[in-house]
């Protein structure tokens, strides 16, 4: 922690940041020497060295659950069941150990707490697959994430809230399409509405004024929980936005529910995470799904898909497509601007 207070007092005292470094170099403005002291000053050795232990232990750790996993594929038919189960509690309670022993604040604990999780995984799906207990895929992965979910609290790193958050994010598709869709619970078409809200609400549980969250707000979480949330948003949007623009007497409240949710998360962008990457993105999806509703209302309207067709959805297309690029650029000035 004092490590990294101390590259954020670096940095700040600089006050330059990394792209206009390279903007000055690119425009010959200052020469290499200067450049590469700038560099230093806005991204310290000391920076590389931490970034460096954090990958090279993350993937050590991928491979090595990589190997188990590989391990058992390649010998499957050759071992007994028994020898099976005992291979992947070893496994489980070896990382578990090492978590306990390393601690869940050090780089090496999260690393193990982090394997601790994907082997609880691992042993979900051999039990599921091995007694054919009748369960949907749906219960598999829901026992994953509520199995784990101490895990992921003791830990609070951010590869394991997003390991965590993936796993829930299946566990919520896979029981509204294996349950709520086929019951009669839930339209189909609001799936992704209620997916990408529980993504959206994670992110802003991270974002709490809590001491013990400062270490989750990466940008790599962030933009992953970001994007995931805004796809889940923009593809429910284009397909209301298509639905309602080229059938008859279609219900506009997909098209119209799918806007509002990233008119919402476009405020909170801007004005509550600060970020322009969801700033961005939600724009995108509502300039895309804007464009996309005329391009459907040309398409029913005219039927002939001939030059004519073909022309007036483009002039739409560019007309969407420009008016995004124009507005880019102010939208992140205001993103950042309200960020300080």
């Known amino acids: 922690m004092e490590q990294d207070h101390s590259l954020a007092e670096s940095r700040a005292a600089s006050g330059i940041s990394l792209s206009t470094v390279w903007l000055l170099g690119q425009k010959r403005h200052i020469g290499s020497n200067q450049w590469a002291a700038a560099h230093t000053l806005v991204r310290p050795e000391a920076q590389w060295r931490s970034y460096l232990e ?70 979900m799906a051999y039990f599921g697959q091995t007694y054919q207990t009748g369960a949907d895929a749906w219960e598999l992965f829901f026992g994953w994430a509520m199995l784990s979910l101490p895990w992921m609290l003791v830990s609070l790193s951010a590869a394991h809230v997003l390991l965590w958050s993936l796993v829930a994010l299946v566990a919520t598709h896979t029981y509204l399409d294996q349950v709520g869709v086929p019951f009669g619970f839930l339209d189909g078409k609001w799936v992704s509405f209620i997916a990408g809200g ?68 476009l405020w909170l962008a801007i004005y509550r995470i600060g970020s322009s990457f969801a700033a961005v993105l939600s724009f995108a999806g509502i300039a895309s799904s804007l464009t996309i509703y005329p391009i459907a209302l040309i398409a029913k309207h005219i039927g002939d898909f001939g030059f004519l067709t073909f022309l007036m959805c483009g002039a739409v297309g560019f007309a969407g497509t420009a008016g995004f690029v124009i507005a880019v650029r102010p939208l992140m000035a205001l993103t950042k601007r309200s960020g300080q």
């Open 198 to 265: 529980g993504m959206a609400l994670i992110l802003l549980v991270l974002h709490l004024p809590a001491a013990r969250l400062h270490r989750l707000r990466t940008w790599w979480l962030a933009g992953t929980l970001q994007l995931i949330s805004i796809g889940h948003f923009a593809t429910a949007t284009w397909m209301g936005a298509v639905m309602f623009g080229f059938e008859e007497n279609h219900d506009p409240k997909i098209f119209l529910a799918g806007l509002s949710c990233l008119a919402i998360f």
């Open 54 to 123: 954090h990958a090279l232990v993350s993937l050590g750790v991928l491979h090595l659950v990589a190997g188990v996993l590989f391990f058992f594929a390649f010998n499957w038919a050759d071992l007994a069941k028994m020898h099976k189960f005992a291979l992947i509690f070893a496994g489980l309670f070896l990382s578990f150990g090492l978590w306990w022993r390393l601690g869940a604040d050090s780089l090496k604990g999260q690393a193990a707490g982090l394997a601790t999780t994907m082997m609880l995984g691992v042993l």
